[in-house]
């Protein structure tokens, strides 16, 4: 949260906002109250100048003037602004401070020693060390340690096993048949040569593509939205989608709306390069973290109390890491707020085929079709990554119904555009339905399967779980676990489970998740093999934590 | 004496002084806080209409107003987007792509269409593709199988990769690179960041490198691409540095200087240099001695250096490329400034599968970009067959030697149809571009005289090039033409369409 604040703009300071209002008060009065004096012999500055009727407006001018070109010589003269907070020594991360102190004074001396020698270290932005400063939360650090050392049953059965990394490979096998069986036709298609592939092509993605992409997407919502192939652009995976919109839908220091717990990785796309603050709406267990609209209005007021402009929601439905699915009433209950707000929505889609609860996923673009509002403040993200199992490939998808969005958007698709061949190989694959069909359903069937199984093995060690129908993920309460009931006591538990127990998942704080002791497991990356080995680890970390405790 | 001043009673006597200044001046300072926080941000460019509106489009406004009162669950007034982007939105006003736009609905085919708009302004090189046809034919299949036997290695390239690229590709393309440079520099596949093309290179480069308001030099004639990549998202200034006919548009260190100094009277900090070399759009390579003098002069001034090198595989001249990492010293301090842009698009002849990468000796920038190869990722199917492409160095060898060669062909049939016509051409030994010199065609020596003969040889003639001033180039009547999608039966075809402009 503080690192959030002193991103933004310091003017937007709430603290200076309300000194700014009260020592303006104090001087009106007092300035009232002595005006009355009788004339004597008076102080002022530019006494000469300002004596004589024009006294009044030059005695305020000149000092205005004076000090504001004051400010502008020193604005201009300073460096430039910059936005992160300097480096606190209690800091941990060896990069920052070499950013900011370390190359300076090491270079300074050697500039010296150098027969050409050069005045300062090359410079970095401060936005650039800004992410590098951001790459330090655990979720990344996790990340990290598995791919050093990655589990295998054979290879490596000491090594750490992947929970924390949203991806599917529960049907891989079924994208390997398909491919022995299509084989060359799968990226050649009905073409003969492949040469018309190598040049350029619009950057927002082949019309064929997105033909198939919006067929297969009212597929998931199985007919009751359908979606117009030209309101789509294509981007290299659903983070620059939402980066994109973010983007396009505001300013920086403007902010989004964002409940929580959300996907730790918003935090990279919405502020990094866009400069947008992320304000977490907190839900409860006790709601089973579902979305409350006066949370969501509290914030957006508070927001603009500290005079925040408030863009947008932001929100994955199925829901990323809880794995609930939005009802239909919340979705028009949302677009009612943005409506009355007037600000945007975005709805972040990605696992919509892959739920697997039986209940009724009800996508935006269907609940809009539904709905008497403004179509052109709701944004769809959606990407085959998930649904597809094709993480590897990295297909996003942005629908819009705003037109001004979808020209930006196609326009700043040149920096995130996806192969050709890629294009073609999915256009094969997405075009063969009955394979599209049949992947769906065993999809969702075997989620199901391993989310039981998950689920049940968490529930013999005691662990519980919030009941999630959507998503590749399992909310876990650990709370049990935990020695003092806090953030650190969750970074404690998440630092075992990761050193002892050897399996990386994902604590709730890096979701923003307000109560300690949540984890999220992403079970989607398992062999059936793997579950009692992962329960194993867990027993014996809790067993460590009881025996402490 | 009676003496009229703000705020009498309070600054009266012995604090009269101080008070009698402070005082307005913080009430001024608040005053000026105060309309700052709530003045809506300044958008990046001109607003779309002479009054600054919230609504991106205004004619949007009245007809959502009337519609909110009818509507019962009615908002008050239409989906606003950002400023920053609102300029972006708009149609494209740069004649590079009103040009691209324009050729693209009407394109010249000798059989279907053989009175459409002929291309010159697309960077594309098309001299090659049936090499890579014939590759893509034998290879592809088992390019992309497993090592087990299986046919198809797709579900192994389905799951998740590293977003800043496979290691084997970063591997394959730093010997690609040294190759191109005769192997006097050796490319170190650790220092490398793939992206989706060379345009998100640039931009991250551009994001890492300055903050929003900051500035980089950028010698003229440049790519028009780069008032996109550089500017639109990340915040920056392009300063042009004009390089002159008389010099063959070879920047020089005085007009570096100059621009370097007067960006600093206006209080822009300038954070670096970006080049193009093999030069977009004259052709022309930079000397040794130019780059080093760049370099000494960005240790000067203690900036950046951006080296687009996307041609340095397309030299059909006699000229050496010498790459910017070749110069580089020991020197750590050198090295952290010098980034180097490089992409398949142009030299491989694969702009379609958009692979692109960051060289770079900086560690913080290293370590940045790798983060942000999120936003702009390969897929692993194309980083795949790329490996295999770019492993078989037999089949690189032929290309690269068959490309140059192509390229040289149709350059020299290009200006011999030129010069025929009597018309100028600045020298050039690399890239697919001709820059032409058409100042004896236009009517006033002046860009308004440039627009006249880019619209006659567009609407007209049926060709479409792009004008200099689209390139910011200050000397008008210079056109950039990419010969590499012409055909030998091509050339003649252009050159009599030239030929009518330049008689009418």
């Not at chain 2, 308001?213 to 003229?220: D, I, Q, R, S, W």
């Not at chain 2, 006919?245 to 822009?268: E, W």
């Not at chain 2, 000796?361 to 702009?376: G, V, W, Y």
Request: net charge neutral; glycine share 8%.
């Amino acid at each position: 949260m503080t690192r959030t604040r002193s991103y933004i703009d310091r003017n937007l300071d709430p603290d200076e906002d309300y000194r700014a209002a009260a020592s303006s008060k104090t001087t009106s009065s007092g300035g009232g109250g002595g005006s009355g004096g009788a004339a004597m012999r008076v102080i002022v500055p530019l006494q000469g100048i300002v004596q004589g009727r024009g006294g009044l407006v030059l005695g305020s001018v000149i000092p205005c003037a004076l000090f504001y070109f004051l400010r502008l010589y020193l604005k201009r003269h300073r460096s430039g602004p910059s936005k992160t907070p300097p480096p606190s020594p209690s800091s941990s991360s060896d990069q920052l401070t070499d950013v900011s102190t370390g190359v300076l004074q090491r270079s300074l001396s050697r500039a010296y020693l150098s027969p050409r020698g050069s005045a300062a270290p090359a410079h970095v932005s401060s936005r650039a060390a800004s992410v590098l400063k951001d790459g330090d939360s655990p979720y990344f650090v996790g990340l990290k340690r598995f791919q050093e050392d990655p589990y295998d049953e054979l290879a490596n059965p000491n090594g750490i096993i992947q929970l924390g990394y949203a991806e599917n490979k529960l049907c891989l096998d079924l994208v390997r048949e398909w491919a022995l069986a299509n084989g060359r036709h799968a990226i050649l298609g009905d073409e003969l040569s492949i040469s018309w592939l190598t040049t350029y092509k619009p950057f927002d993605g082949l019309m064929k593509l997105k033909l198939v992409v919006a067929e297969f997407m009212s597929q998931i919502t199985e007919g009751s939205a359908s979606f117009d192939p030209s309101q789509l652009v294509l981007t290299a995976g659903s983070s620059t989608a939402i980066e994109m919109l973010t983007f396009c839908l505001s300013d920086p220091g403007n902010a989004f709306l964002v409940p929580t717990p959300y996907y730790p990785g918003f935090d990279g796309d919405v502020k990094w390069r866009s400069g947008v603050e992320i304000i977490p709406v907190p839900c409860r267990s006790a709601d089973n973290f579902s979305l409350s609209i006066n949370a969501l209005d509290r914030a957006f007021y508070q927001a603009k109390k500290r005079g925040v402009r408030v863009r947008g929601i932001i929100l994955s439905n199925p829901s990323n890491p809880v794995g609930t699915l939005l009802k239909r009433e919340t979705l028009y209950d949302l677009l009612d707020f943005v409506s009355e707000k007037n600000i945007h929505l975005v709805c972040n889609e990605i696992f919509a085929g892959s739920s697997h609860g039986g209940e009724e996923f009800v996508s935006v673009a269907e609940a809009v079709k539904s709905e008497d509002c403004d179509r052109s403040r709701v944004h769809m993200v959606y990407g085959l990554s998930d649904d597809m199992c094709l993480t590897g490939f990295n297909i996003g998808v942005i629908y819009s119904s705003n037109n001004n969005v979808l020209a930006a958007s196609k326009k700043l698709s040149r920096f995130t555009s996806i192969s050709t061949l890629t294009q073609q190989l999915l256009i094969s694959m997405l075009s063969d339905a009955s394979f599209v069909q049949n992947f769906i359903r065993v999809n969702q069937k075997r989620l199901q399967k391993m989310y039981g199984e998950f689920v049940a093995g968490l529930k013999k060690l005691g662990i519980k779980c919030t009941k999630s129908t959507g998503g590749f993920c399992c909310w876990a309460d650990m709370s049990g676990l935990i020695r003092s009931y806090n953030e650190k006591g969750e970074m404690e538990l998440w630092g075992k489970l990761l050193n002892i127990g050897k399996i990386n998942v994902t604590p709730g704080s890096c979701c923003q998740c307000i109560e300690p002791g949540w984890f999220r497991f992403c079970f989607s990356t398992l062999s059936e093999d793997d579950v009692p080995v992962v329960m194993e680890r867990i027993r014996k970390v809790s067993e460590s934590c009881k025996s402490l405790g | 004496m009676r003496l009229i001043v703000p705020l009498q009673g309070v600054v009266q006597g012995r604090g009269g002084l101080l008070m009698g200044s402070l005082i307005p001046c913080t009430l001024f300072y608040f005053l000026q806080l105060y309309l700052k926080r709530h003045r809506s941000p300044k958008p990046p460019s001109a607003p779309l209409s002479p009054y600054p509106s919230p609504s991106p489009n205004l004619s949007e406004l009245p007809r959502s107003a009337s519609r909110s009162n009818l509507s019962s669950r009615g908002s008050i007034s239409p989906a606003r987007i950002s400023n920053r982007v609102s300029s972006i939105a708009r149609p494209n006003s740069s004649l590079y792509y009103v040009g691209l736009d324009r050729s693209l609905e009407d394109p010249y085919d000798r059989l279907d269409n053989p009175e459409g708009i002929i291309q010159l302004g697309l960077s594309e090189n098309t001299l090659c593709l049936d090499l890579i046809d014939e590759w893509m034919s034998e290879n592809l299949n088992s390019s992309l199988s497993e090592g087990d036997g299986d046919e198809f290695g797709l579900a192994r390239l389905a799951t998740y990769q590293p977003f800043d690229g496979l290691m084997e590709l970063k591997v394959a393309m730093a010997g690609f690179m040294s190759q191109i440079v005769g192997d006097r520099v050796s490319f170190d596949p650790s220092q490398m960041v793939i992206t989706s093309g060379a345009t998100p290179a640039v931009e991250m480069l551009c994001f890492c490198l300055a903050d929003q308001g900051n500035a980089f030099l950028v010698p003229t004639p440049y790519y028009p691409g780069f008032d996109r990549d550089m500017i639109w998202r990340t915040g920056v200034e392009l300063i042009p540095v004009h390089c002159r006919s008389t010099d063959n548009f070879t920047p020089s260190i005085t007009a570096l200087d100059q621009a370097f100094n007067q960006a600093k009277k206006r209080g822009i900090r300038v954070r670096g240099i970006l080049i193009c070399n093999p030069s977009n759009p004259v052709g022309n390579i930079l000397l040794r001695e130019t780059l080093y003098s760049l370099l000494d002069f960005a240790r000067e001034k203690n900036i950046h250096i951006i080296s687009d090198e996307i041609y340095a595989g397309s030299i059909h001249g006699n000229e050496e490329f010498v790459s910017m990492a070749e110069i580089l010293g020991e020197e750590d301090t050198d090295k952290e400034r010098v980034h180097i842009v490089y992409g398949l698009s142009k030299d491989l002849s694969v702009s379609g599968f958009r692979v692109g990468c960051i060289y770079s000796f900086n560690e913080n920038i290293l370590a940045a970009s790798k983060r942000l190869a999120r936003f702009c990722s390969v897929s692993s199917l194309t980083q795949r067959l790329l490996v295999s492409l770019l492993s078989d160095s037999r089949f690189i060898t032929r290309y690269l030697e068959t490309n140059r060669r192509r390229i040289r062909e149709v350059y020299d049939m290009f200006v011999g149809g030129l010069r025929q016509l009597g018309v100028k051409w600045a020298e050039g030994s690399a890239g697919f571009y001709c820059w032409v010199d058409m100042s004896g065609l236009i009517r006033s020596y002046s860009e308004k005289g440039e627009l006249e003969l880019f619209d006659k040889l567009l609407n007209v003639a049926k060709i479409n090039m792009t004008p200099g001033s689209a390139c910011h180039c200050i000397e008008p009547g210079w056109f950039r033409c990419c010969f590499a999608t012409l055909t030998p039966e091509d050339i003649p075809i252009v050159m009599e369409r030239i030929r009518r402009i330049a008689d009418g």
